[in-house]
């Protein structure tokens, strides 16, 4: 069984920046694909980027790319996303997803708020 744990959301300024990280606990199979979500009030929730569990290719939405960065940490077994340049519309409950074929988890979210 594989648990995803996220943090790091909370209240920013637009411009500012914020780090989410989430924690992997459990079996994962190297070919397993990491990615992150969001889901705002009222919408869908939506692909922001994703990266193998091994290796470094990364994909982003098109409203992220430039400004927000998919990353693992090996030693702390985590997968990051660093947000730049955040804006109103970024605002949303970010989930952490691991999916292989059938295999899919996610975490609980974590809220990110961003005021104009």
């Known amino acids: 069984q594989v648990q995803l744990v996220e943090s790091g959301g909370g209240l920013v300024q637009a411009g500012g920046s914020l780090r989410l990280s989430c924690e992997v606990s459990?079996?994962?199979?190297?070919?397993?694909?990491m990615a992150w979500f969001r889901q705002a009030p009222g919408k869908e929730r939506e692909f922001v980027a994703a990266?193998?569990?091994?290796?470094?290719?990364?994909s982003y939405a098109d409203a992220v790319k430039g400004r927000f960065s998919i990353t693992r940490d090996y030693a702390k077994n985590t997968v990051d996303l660093q947000m730049n340049s955040l804006k109103p519309e970024d605002t949303a409950v970010y989930f952490c997803?691991?999916?292989?074929?059938?295999?899919?988890?996610w975490g609980q979210g974590t809220q990110v708020t961003v005021s104009s």
């Open positions: 997803n691991l999916r292989l074929g059938s295999l899919d988890y």
């Open positions: 459990g079996r994962v199979f190297w070919n397993y694909t």
């Open positions: 990266r193998p569990w091994t290796g470094s290719r990364t």
